[in-house]
Structures are given as structure tokens and as C-alpha cells.
């Protein structure tokens, strides 16, 4: 009670840039900036000293990077999974036929966050312990390393951000080099690399473009098996231009660099699984020359 209570007092006192309004040139509080002001003011119940990002590119033997690196986001990894644990207890804690002004009040916030359209409590908790939950260290990890060129990166150096992560307020990031004409967008600045692994889960946690990581993530739990990032992985087929060439980088960093248990059988690609159909996409087809007729023809491989 006393952190929803925080948590309501605080929202609106937490700076997060909004997007700007091309017509009138005002700040507009959108969904996402609602989203980053309750988890930011929840986020601040919790005083964690975050210790500054190494200086990676002064590391020159690749082992001692990786392991540097894989060590120093652990930490950053297990701090962010706790406070979504803590929010998850909060929800849990609320009987829906019995709530308190402040928990109605933080039930209604929540719902706006993470976009729950439904009116009655009990379908709103339900929703939100769908979407608040934890993300597994291993996709953590190797989608940081694979984002920010293993801490590299001028936007991890100079923006905190380890996973490309974009804001549309002019001025609320740095402005990419290779950025084309007429974009708006900017890669967001954040206060220290925890407000990043922050950010980055909320940004799964919510998106409509992820709602099938969420539905692995449930589909898993709800059969007693162990949330994996291989498995969520696939449900990050929007997160990068590159689809499914994407989702094979990020599992190859997570098995080459041991970050979970990997198993050469694996129930993705086993049809009888309960899970198997929300893991399984369709690969792309490669086009390839026919020697014989000179033409180009489909090769489903």
C-alpha cells in the first residue's frame, strides 16, 4: 500500500520527454509518457546506487569484455526484474471486490500504461499480471551486447541507453548520423544504465508489438515450464528491420556465449508441444537462380 501510495503521489512529478505536437508546438502526454512516469516514480521507491558503465572500449582482451560486460548487466538485469516483482505483488495484493480509493486510483493509472481497455477490476488485474512480468537474463544480456556493441556504442557511452531505444521530443536523445531527412526521432538519453534495462522491460511489457513474447512468457508459466530467452525471442520479430535474421542473432549470442541452458532438442520445433505454435515463424523464402532456365524461382528450405 504505501508503494501505490508513492507511486500515485509521484507520477505526475517525474520529468520524461513527451512528444511534440507539430501543429501547436506543445508537449502532449502521451500513452508512453504516462507509462514512463508511474514506472519511474515506482521505480524510485528503490534506493539502488547504480554503479557507472565501465569503460568498455579501454578493455581490449575480448574475454575480460564479455565477462565484464555480462557481469556489470546482471546486476543492472536482476534490480529491474525485482521492482517488476514488487509491482506484480502490489497487483496481486488487490481484492477487486474490496479496493481502496488509492488502489482503484493505481489500478486506473495501470490499466492506461500498459493500454487495458477492459472496465471491471478483476479483468484489469488479470490483464496486468499478463503483462507485468519478468524478463529472463539471457535475452536481457543479449540484446544489450548485440545493441550496444557490447558497451560501445556512442549512444551507450554518451546516452545510457543499451538498447537503441527511441524518443520523438525534440532534444530528449542524441540525433543518429545516419538518421534520413525528415525523421523526428532521436535514441533516448537515460540518467544512468539502470534506467535503460528499466525502460527496455517496460517497452516489452507493454507494446502491442510484443504481445506474443507476453503470450509465450504465459503460455510457459502456465505449463510449468522455464521461461527462456530463446523462447521469447521469437516474439521479437518487430523489434528490429531485420525480422527473423534478428531473432537468430540474439539466440546465437545466447547460446555461443552460454547465458542459459540449451537444449540441441528443443520443443519449438516439436508440433506436440502445448507452446511450440507461439515460437514457430515463417522464415522468410530466399530466392534463388535456376542454372538450367536462367530464371529466378522461390526456395522454401
Given at each position: 500500500?504505501?508503494?501505490?501510495?508513492?507511486?500515485?503521489?509521484?507520477?505526475?512529478?517525474?520529468?520524461?520527454?513527451?512528444?511534440?505536437?507539430?501543429?501547436?508546438?506543445?508537449?502532449?502526454?502521451?500513452?508512453?509518457?504516462?507509462?514512463?512516469?508511474?514506472?519511474?516514480?515506482?521505480?524510485?521507491?528503490?534506493?539502488?546506487?547504480?554503479?557507472?558503465?565501465?569503460?568498455?572500449?579501454?578493455?581490449?582482451?575480448?574475454?575480460?569484455?564479455?565477462?565484464?560486460?555480462?557481469?556489470?548487466?546482471?546486476?543492472?538485469?536482476?534490480?529491474?526484474?525485482?521492482?517488476?516483482?514488487?509491482?506484480?505483488?502490489?497487483?496481486?495484493?488487490?481484492?477487486?471486490?474490496?479496493?481502496?480509493?488509492?488502489?482503484?486510483?493505481?489500478?486506473?493509472?495501470?490499466?492506461?500504461?500498459y493500454?487495458?481497455?477492459?472496465?471491471?477490476?478483476?479483468?484489469?488485474?488479470?490483464?496486468?499480471?499478463?503483462?507485468?512480468?519478468?524478463?529472463?537474463?539471457?535475452?536481457?544480456?543479449?540484446?544489450?551486447?548485440?545493441?550496444?556493441?557490447w558497451?560501445?556504442?556512442?549512444?551507450?557511452?554518451?546516452?545510457?541507453?543499451?538498447?537503441?531505444?527511441?524518443?520523438?521530443?525534440?532534444?530528449?536523445?542524441?540525433?543518429?548520423?545516419?538518421?534520413?531527412v525528415?525523421?523526428?526521432?532521436?535514441?533516448?538519453?537515460f540518467?544512468?544504465?539502470q534506467?535503460s534495462?528499466?525502460?527496455?522491460?517496460?517497452?516489452?511489457?507493454r507494446h502491442?508489438?510484443?504481445?506474443?513474447?507476453?503470450?509465450?512468457?504465459?503460455?510457459?508459466?502456465?505449463?510449468?515450464?522455464?521461461?527462456?530467452?530463446?523462447?521469447?525471442?521469437?516474439g521479437?520479430?518487430?523489434?528490429s528491420?531485420?525480422?527473423?535474421d534478428?531473432?537468430?542473432e540474439?539466440?546465437s549470442?545466447?547460446?555461443?556465449?552460454?547465458?542459459?541452458?540449451?537444449?540441441?532438442?528443443?520443443?519449438?520445433?516439436?508440433n506436440?508441444?502445448?507452446c511450440?505454435?507461439?515460437?514457430?515463424?515463417?522464415?522468410p523464402?530466399?530466392?534463388?537462380?535456376?542454372?538450367?532456365?536462367?530464371?529466378?524461382?522461390?526456395?522454401?528450405?
Amino acid at each position: 500500500m504505501l508503494v501505490g501510495a508513492f507511486l500515485l503521489k509521484n507520477a505526475e512529478k517525474v520529468d520524461h520527454p513527451s512528444e511534440l505536437s507539430s501543429a501547436t508546438n506543445k508537449r502532449v502526454l502521451s500513452s508512453a509518457n504516462v507509462a514512463a512516469r508511474i514506472s519511474q516514480a515506482f521505480e524510485s521507491t528503490f534506493d539502488t546506487k547504480v554503479e557507472p558503465m565501465p569503460d568498455f572500449l579501454a578493455i581490449t582482451d575480448v574475454k575480460l569484455k564479455k565477462t565484464t560486460f555480462f557481469n556489470y548487466l546482471t546486476k543492472l538485469t536482476t534490480v529491474a526484474n525485482y521492482k517488476i516483482l514488487q509491482l506484480r505483488a502490489e497487483i496481486k495484493g488487490m481484492n477487486p471486490q474490496r479496493l481502496t480509493h488509492q488502489q482503484t486510483q493505481l489500478l486506473t493509472r495501470l490499466s492506461k500504461t500498459y493500454k487495458i481497455k477492459v472496465s471491471e477490476p478483476i479483468e484489469k488485474i488479470d490483464l496486468l499480471l499478463h503483462k507485468v512480468g519478468v524478463i529472463p537474463s539471457s535475452l536481457v544480456l543479449a540484446q544489450a551486447a548485440n545493441e550496444s556493441a557490447w558497451g560501445t556504442s556512442r549512444f551507450a557511452i554518451q546516452g545510457n541507453n543499451l538498447f537503441g531505444q527511441w524518443c520523438f521530443s525534440l532534444g530528449c536523445g542524441l540525433v543518429p548520423n545516419s538518421r534520413p531527412v525528415g525523421a523526428n526521432y532521436e535514441v533516448r538519453k537515460f540518467k544512468d544504465p539502470q534506467a535503460s534495462v528499466d525502460a527496455y522491460m517496460r517497452n516489452l511489457n507493454r507494446h502491442g508489438s510484443y504481445a506474443n513474447l507476453r503470450d509465450i512468457r504465459a503460455c510457459l508459466t502456465q505449463h510449468s515450464e522455464i521461461v527462456t530467452g530463446r523462447a521469447l525471442s521469437a516474439g521479437l520479430i518487430k523489434y528490429s528491420t531485420r525480422g527473423v535474421d534478428y531473432i537468430d542473432e540474439i539466440r546465437s549470442m545466447i547460446r555461443v556465449n552460454k547465458l542459459e541452458a540449451w537444449q540441441k532438442a528443443w520443443w519449438g520445433n516439436n508440433n506436440q508441444h502445448p507452446c511450440s505454435k507461439l515460437v514457430q515463424f515463417e522464415r522468410p523464402k530466399v530466392a534463388t537462380e535456376d542454372p538450367v532456365h536462367g530464371i529466378t524461382q522461390p526456395n522454401n528450405n
